[in-house]
Structures are given as C-alpha cells and as structure tokens.
C-alpha cells in the first residue's frame, strides 16, 4: 500500500491533469455540471454493479472515474470562484468531526445503533445541514432505495416497530388491501395492457378510479415489504438486483436454445418455454 505522501501526490496529479483538461480539451471544457449529471449517474450505477459482482479490480477502476467526476465538479466551481476541492473535503471532514462526537470528543455510546441514532439528531441541528429527518433522502432516488432509506432515517429516532414480527400484520394488510383493490378494478369495465400501464383514454370514470386506488394499495405493500426486509437486515435493492439477474440468465438460456433449434419464441407455448426454463434452473442459471 501507498504513504500518505504518495496519496496525496497521486491526488495532486488528478488536480493538475483535470486543470490541463479544462484549458486544452475542447470536450472537457465544454461541460457543465448539469452536462455532467447523467455521466456521473451511469458512474455510480457501474460501481454499484462492481459492488455487487465483488469484482475488486473493477471497483477499483469505478472508484477513480468517480473521484474524476468529483474532480470536475469541484474544478468547474473553482472557475467560478465558488469554491473548490479543498472546500469540499474541509466541509466532508468537519462533517465527520461534528457527526463522531465518540470518536472526536467525549460522548460515550453504547452501539452501533445510538451511533445512528445521534448522526440523525445531530444532522438536524446542523447549520445548513437537513432541517427534517427525511429531507436527506433525496426525491430522484430509485423507489425502492427511496423507502428503505427513509424507514432506516425514521427508525434513527426511534419510529420503528417494537418487535420485527410485528410487521407481518401490516404486510398481510397491505397484501389484502391491494388484492381487493385489483379485484375491484377487475370487475369495472375497463382493461390495462400489461405494457401500457395506464388505463386508456377510452376507460370509465369507475375504473380509472379503482385503477388509481390499487396502484396506491401496490405502494402501500411494497412499503410494507421493503420495511419487512430491512427489520430482518436484507437489502430490498440488492435481493431485487439478484432477482433480475437470475431472471436475465435464464430467459437469456431459454432465448440461445431456441435460437439454436431453429425456433422462435412467439411460436411456442408456455408449457414448452417453461420446460426450457426449468432446464436452465437444473443447470443453477
């Protein structure tokens, strides 16, 4: 591994290429930090997936084009006289201080969980920090990360439940809340094509509204399903993850071997592309 000295030297050559990029590359000048935005998204979902493949060489590789982009960031408002990378790990470092009052200071916890529960507290009383417990979540975050990261900021503060079996009962709620709801849109006069996802403009009144009530009950039972995972320490976001990829794979088997036979997919039954599907699962695809 490297000294600080040669870390602080590699960081301080990532500073002086990115001030050689912005003076002498026509692309890289040209960006902004709204150009920059959907880059920055598809970095972090690329280290995500390196995260969740526990492929180090990749993550490492990850790792530097986001500390690039932050770079960038910091560089574009250096040009404005904003600020600039020194203000940006001083602000990240007195935010730790101040958030570590066991570790930087003389309070005393007992746990993990009194560790969260003061970062929550001490978050609100920050001076330009967050003035709400969720208003940290931000509302672009994919909805599955949304509700887990809110119910995880709830329970900081102690809104959780007492036991973690007592979830059930609300997962079963909201389970026949929402199967009400779609037997109710059943019976009305109106169809939605599993793609469309929307009633169509020819729709009555009383199945767009049972449409709306049931599309509001499936929120309210994912809710209650995700806050299920996270009292028994799953990650809905990493379960679903393994969920679509094992999904990928074998469709993926049952698409190549019907290929390979000569057939097509919209030609076979379902009974014949489950016994292709089951194949796959036998193979542990």
């Not at 904003?82 to 003389?106: N, Q």
């Not at 609300?170 to 094509?193: I, Q, R």
Request: charged share 35%.
């Amino acid at each position: 591994m490297h000294t600080k000295e040669e870390k602080l030297e590699a960081i301080g050559r990532l500073l002086d290429i990115m001030v050689e990029l912005r003076a002498k590359c026509p692309w890289n000048k040209a960006q902004t930090v709204s150009s920059l935005r959907p880059m920055t998204l598809e970095e972090v979902y690329e280290l995500s997936d390196a995260v969740l493949r526990g492929d180090d060489a990749e993550l490492k590789k990850e790792l530097g084009d986001l500390l690039l982009h932050i770079v960038f960031y910091s560089r574009i408002a250096e040009e404005k006289g904003l600020y600039d990378i020194a203000d940006v790990a001083d602000r990240v470092s007195e935010k730790m201080v101040y958030r570590h009052p066991h570790v930087f200071s003389t309070t005393e916890v007992a746990d993990a969980d009194e560790v969260s529960r003061n970062w929550e507290m001490l978050k609100t009383k920050e001076r330009d920090g967050n003035k709400r417990i969720l208003s940290g979540v931000p509302t672009s975050m994919p909805s599955v990360l949304k509700a887990f990261f809110m119910q995880d900021k709830a329970r900081g503060v102690g809104f959780d439940w007492e036991e973690k079996g007592q979830v059930w009962d609300k997962v079963k709620e909201e389970l026949a809340e929402y199967e009400k709801e779609l037997k109710a849109m059943d019976a009305e006069d109106g169809f939605v094509e599993p793609s469309q996802f929307a009633p169509s403009p020819e729709s009555s009144e009383g199945f767009r509204k049972a449409y709306d009530r049931a599309e509001d009950e499936l929120g309210d039972f994912l809710f209650a399903v995700i806050n299920a995972a996270r009292l028994y320490g799953l990650n809905p976001d990493t379960a679903l993850n393994r969920s679509c990829e094992k999904f990928r794979r074998r469709f993926t088997y049952l698409e190549e071997k019907t290929i390979r036979q000569g057939r097509n997919l919209t030609d076979m039954t379902l009974a014949q592309m489950d016994e292709i599907w089951d194949e796959a699962k036998a193979k542990g695809l």
